[in-house]
């Protein structure tokens, strides 16, 4: 059973016009099919416009298509009311956003615990006792790396850490599936690499991720590149040349020690570059 099975999905906004002016109607998604099995890691790429953020919100039940099903887990999303809405998209789904979204005056601990808080609020469900809250967060952090940082407010991070938290608190809940935005538009080139390989570690380990991203660079660290054009799925194709983020970051560390001797700023990934130039010379 696919984790996502989207058929048919059309996304359809209205906007009213003004007096005399008749509505504007903006078809942001035309018709998708799109199915996603466990342990896959796909990348949506098309340029500005083109349907990315409609169907990330659609995926992530933060709205619904106009015509079309959305089963996530074989369950039929559209038809459920707000409630049970909000629970699949706690539940089943770890956001992770460009901007972090960490809760300033809160410790990593504190923000990777906040999930399973609202998990506990919800009726019926059996409470989890506050230890085992926080042995799950840490859990979550020391996946990503940052045990020791547990304590250590956002400000007191870097931004590649930060981004490190909202993955421990994307994945605490064991959700079906990540859904990044983005992830990496903040970051700088090493942070980048960072974080790509700890998506690709995830997922090694058997985490589903489907990533919005616009550069091909990035796409290439995933496992299947989809392409919207226009609201419309143009391309479905795997990645035929995986790279290793965390092989380009060992290159990438060498080139840049290198470099920062001369004084001068290694290009955003040089070592893709070079990667390209030595893939045209076989
Ligand atoms: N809330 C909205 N109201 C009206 N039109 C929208 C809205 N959101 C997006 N659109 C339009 O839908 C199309 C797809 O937008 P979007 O999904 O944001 O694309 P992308 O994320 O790929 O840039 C665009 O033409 C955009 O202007
Ligand atoms: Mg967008």
Request: glycine share 10%; with cysteine.
């Amino acid at each position: 059973m696919p984790v996502i099975e989207l058929r048919g999905i059309k996304r359809i906004y209205r906007m009213e016009g003004r007096q005399n002016e008749s509505a504007v109607v903006v078809r942001a998604l035309c018709g998708v099919d799109f199915s996603a099995e466990a342990g896959e890691f796909v990348s949506v790429m098309g340029s500005s416009g083109s349907g990315k953020s409609t169907l990330m919100n659609i995926l992530g039940c933060l709205d619904k298509p106009s015509e079309g099903t959305y089963k996530l887990d074989g369950i039929e999303t559209s038809k459920s009311d707000a409630d049970a809405f909000a629970y699949i998209r706690n539940r089943k789904i770890g956001f992770v956003f460009q901007s972090f979204n960490l809760l300033a005056r809160t410790t990593a601990l504190e923000n990777v615990e906040l999930p399973l808080f609202y998990r506990g609020r919800e009726k019926g469900r059996k409470r989890q006792s506050a230890q085992s809250r926080k042995e799950r967060a840490v859990i979550a952090l020391r996946e990503v790396g940052l045990e020791k940082r547990m304590d250590h407010f956002p400000s007191q991070l870097s931004g590649g850490q930060q981004q490190r938290v909202a993955i421990a608190r994307a994945t605490v809940n064991d959700p079906s599936f990540i859904l990044a935005d983005e992830p990496t538009g903040n970051l700088d080139t090493g942070m980048t690499l960072e974080i790509m390989g700890l998506f690709q570690e995830l997922n090694a380990g058997g985490k589903t991720i489907v990533m919005v991203t616009h550069e091909p660079e990035l796409a290439s660290y995933t496992k299947r590149i989809i392409t919207l054009r226009d609201g419309e799925l143009v391309s479905d194709k795997p990645v035929t040349e995986r790279r290793s983020a965390l092989d380009d970051l060992a290159r990438w560390k060498r080139d840049h020690a290198l470099l920062a001797g001369e004084g001068q700023a290694p290009g955003l990934l040089g070592a893709a570059e070079k990667y390209a130039a030595k893939k045209a010379s076989l």
